[in-house]
């Protein structure tokens, strides 16, 4: 079974650019994740999906940050502008259903914001 | 808001020593609570899944007790090898009114040959 796919691996960026993730979740799963990784933290969960419908966006920061999730498969996170404190890595998770599943991550995208 | 602390933040044993990873949480309203390994430059890999109705899990070499009451977990490794060295998080999904996981810093653990 194919795991969950991100693109591209490693971004770097000047500030008040934009960028965009992409990610393709395990076929079959309902709840698509988006998190954000500081060096040395724990991920932050940014939005989840219920297919395409957004489930929890509270810690997104809305100013600058957009996610969708198209067809209620693939999803795209977006930053515009970027900030220096963005630097992170993206990881993008997915799970059957929501609670009492399991969550399987993709490799994440490291950000570099100059 | 839920929040987890996991101690050690960073460990070094021999190869073959058996260890423990412990991690606390303040709201014990928890659905389930995973544990993850994560090793430099990848993504998160699931190791085990705890329910809240169950005390523990079992996956080869690799243990997870879960003390929902006193918030508490502990994941135990038996004849640890240098493929074991990554960090190791934590994360309890739910509690404080969230359906989220939340996740601990992690503990780093590395395993010298």
């Known amino acids: 079974e194919a795991g969950v796919a991100q693109s591209p691996r490693y971004k770097i960026i000047e500030k008040r650019q934009s960028v965009a993730f992409w990610c393709n979740p395990i076929?079959?799963?309902?709840?698509l994740y988006w998190y954000q990784q500081i060096l040395g933290q724990g991920p932050k969960l940014l939005i989840q999906?219920?297919?395409?419908?957004?489930?929890?966006d509270s810690q997104l920061p809305k100013d600058r940050f957009s996610a969708e999730r198209l067809k209620g498969v693939d999803s795209t996170l977006k930053i515009q502008p970027a900030k220096l404190e963005d630097s992170a890595v993206y990881l993008c998770?997915?799970?059957?259903?929501?609670?009492?599943?399991?969550?399987?991550f993709g490799p994440g995208t490291r950000l570099t914001v100059l | 808001k839920q929040e987890v602390t996991q101690i050690p933040a960073a460990l070094s044993v021999p190869e073959g020593e058996n260890l423990v990873l412990n991690c606390s949480f303040t709201?014990?309203?928890?659905?389930?609570l995973q544990w993850f390994r994560q090793d430099p430059g990848k993504g998160l890999t699931s190791l085990l899944l705890?329910?809240?109705?169950?005390r523990e899990q079992t996956s080869g070499r690799l243990n997870a007790s879960l003390d929902k009451s006193s918030g508490r977990s502990t994941l135990y490794i038996a004849a640890s090898q240098p493929g074991d060295s990554a960090t190791y998080l934590c994360?309890?999904?739910?509690?404080?009114?969230?359906?989220?996981?939340?996740f601990g810093k992690g503990t780093k653990l590395s395993v010298i040959p």
């Open positions: 998770a997915s799970s059957l259903e929501g609670v009492y599943n399991e969550q399987f």
């Open positions: 076929s079959g799963h309902a709840t």
């Open positions: 999906f219920q297919n395409n419908g957004v489930v929890d």
């Open positions: 709201d014990s309203a928890i659905y389930n």
């Open positions: 705890i329910q809240s109705s169950q």
């Open positions: 994360a309890p999904e739910g509690g404080a009114g969230s359906y989220q996981l939340t």
